[in-house]
């Protein structure tokens, strides 16, 4: 492990405390007000006074913000929120490419390592269906599909009997239902408030970024260090 100095330990710090309070105010009201991101970002800015090198770390920030645009453009599509791509905008004025151990990473690490953890939900909603298959619910009923489309609606969702933070994800077609599988808008569509009705959930995507930053710091990037090893092994 590579020794780091105790400003990009003061950054770090920064960075996992904005990221904590975004967090749990994303989990409890589904909500983040700019000005956390407004505030650290300035704070991140302000270390740069008591830098022994200042110039590298602004051309390091400089670097960094390359996920600015990315970011913003993920955002206006509705794949995440804003607050997701001014939590990465902040991060970069922060924590520019900070890493804890001697591993290549880009400015778009933690953005791709949230990206390989989306697996987790999706896990989640397949170990949700199955449960409810083994205890003889009938979570089909209704429904008019495929078996290629059911089991699509298993990974992309589950029927839920009191929906919170979801998208619903059926639609009524004359006497029967179908699914439908299109991208929910993060900030523009409506969570379903109907009982018993198939949704995918709402994932707050802030939290995916707090693990893909703190796997950036004591693993690297996800991708290319998967690439790497796969690459040696073959």
């Known amino acids: 492990m590579e020794i780091i100095s105790d400003i990009n330990l003061i950054r770090i710090v920064l960075a996992l405390v904005m990221l904590a309070i975004g967090g749990i105010f994303d989990i409890w009201k589904r909500e983040v007000h700019d000005y956390l991101w ?3 970002g ?3 800015l302000v270390v740069l006074l008591i830098e022994p090198e200042p110039m590298d770390v602004i051309y390091s920030i400089l670097f960094a913000l390359i996920i600015a645009p990315v970011s913003i453009i ?3 599509i509705g794949l995440f929120g804003g607050a997701d791509a001014f939590a990465l905008i902040a991060l970069a004025l922060i924590a520019p490419q900070i890493t804890l151990i001697e591993s290549e990473i880009t400015p778009l690490t933690t953005l791709s390592n949230a990206a390989v953890l989306i697996i987790i939900p999706l896990i989640i909603n397949v170990l949700r269906n199955i449960s409810s298959i083994i205890r003889h619910e009938n979570i089909f009923e209704g429904f008019t599909e495929t078996k290629y489309r059911k089991i699509l609606a298993c990974i992309y969702g589950y029927r839920a009997k ?3 933070y979801g998208f619903s994800i059926e639609r009524k077609r004359g006497k029967s239902k179908k699914f ?3 991208v929910h808008h993060a900030e523009n569509d409506n969570f ?3 009982p018993n009705t198939w ?3 709402g994932i707050p995507y802030l939290l995916l970024i707090i693990a893909g930053f703190v796997i950036q710091l004591l693993f690297g990037d996800l991708i290319m260090n998967g690439l790497f090893t796969i690459t040696n092994l073959a």
């Open 180 to 182: 439908s599988f299109k």
């Open 192 to 194: 379903s408030t109907k």
């Open 42 to 44: 300035g704070i991140g």
């Open 162 to 164: 009191q929906p919170k």
């Open 199 to 201: 949704i995918t959930p």
């Open 38 to 40: 407004i505030i650290f």
């Open 74 to 76: 993920i955002w206006r």
